[in-house]
């Protein structure tokens, strides 16, 4: 059902139905969908830290950007029933997200009806996180780098875990565990147990 016009955006940008928007994000499997979310996830929380209403709605979207078509095709209505939020206050929010770059909004006229289609978009995340070399870095605390094509996550910093220092409770557990699993191998093996006193 084609939406009345005060609903509408000033602008109803009309595609055809097999286009996909330029900077819409785009994947060929599951895994790649994950790892293209992610990031776009990362820098939409990141943006919107601020606005528990605009991430209800992102996050709303992002479980209905679909496996193969890639959008959501919710309307306004069907957001504000699920989230519980006034219309007028999804509509403001899909506007804040498309204004930030975080995702794209074009229509297309399905069985001769108009359907209104959501990408995510790459625009917010590349202005987040550039690339350089093919690899996008999205900071984690500052001591990670995320890589792609491929690659293996490596450390940028010294990990904050190498200079723990265990107990020496932890210390004495983990050696008596250690004689145990010793003493336990040579039992097995028919070897006198050095562990017990009564023989």
Same mark, same amino acid.
């Given at each position: 059902? =084609? ?35 992610? !990031? ?40 504000? !029933?699920?989230?519980? =939020?006034?219309? =007028?206050?999804?509509?403001? +929010? ?17 069985? &001769? ?6 990408? +995510? ?13 093919? &690899?996008?870095? #999205? ?24 200079? #723990? !220092?265990?107990? +020496?409770?932890?210390? $004495? ?10 003493? $336990? +191998? !040579?039992?097995?093996?028919? $070897?006198?147990?050095?562990? &017990?006193?009564?023989?």
């Amino acid at each position: 059902m =084609i939406e009345p016009p005060s609903q509408m955006p000033s602008k109803r940008r009309f595609i055809k139905p097999s286009e996909v928007p330029e900077k819409a994000i785009t994947w060929r499997t599951a895994a790649e969908r994950a790892q293209q979310l992610d !990031r776009w996830r990362t820098a939409v929380g990141r943006h919107f830290a601020g606005s528990s209403r605009v991430l209800r709605v992102a996050w709303t979207l992002e479980w209905m950007f679909g496996l193969k078509q890639g959008y959501a095709f919710c309307t306004d209505g069907f957001l504000e !029933r699920k989230l519980d =939020i006034p219309i =007028i206050k999804i509509q403001a +929010a899909l506007l804040e997200l498309e204004r930030a770059g975080a995702i794209i909004r074009a229509s297309v006229f399905d069985r &001769n009806r108009a359907q209104r289609r959501i990408w +995510a978009s790459s625009e917010l995340p590349a202005t987040m996180f550039p690339t350089v070399g093919g &690899n996008t870095n #999205i900071p984690h605390g500052g001591s990670k780098t995320i890589p792609h094509d491929g690659g293996t996550e490596s450390s940028t910093k010294e990990s904050r875990f190498s200079k #723990i !220092r265990f107990s +020496a409770t932890h210390e $004495a557990a983990r050696k008596d565990a250690a004689i145990r699993e010793r003493a $336990a +191998a !040579r039992r097995y093996n028919g $070897a006198p147990d050095p562990t &017990n006193d009564e023989e």
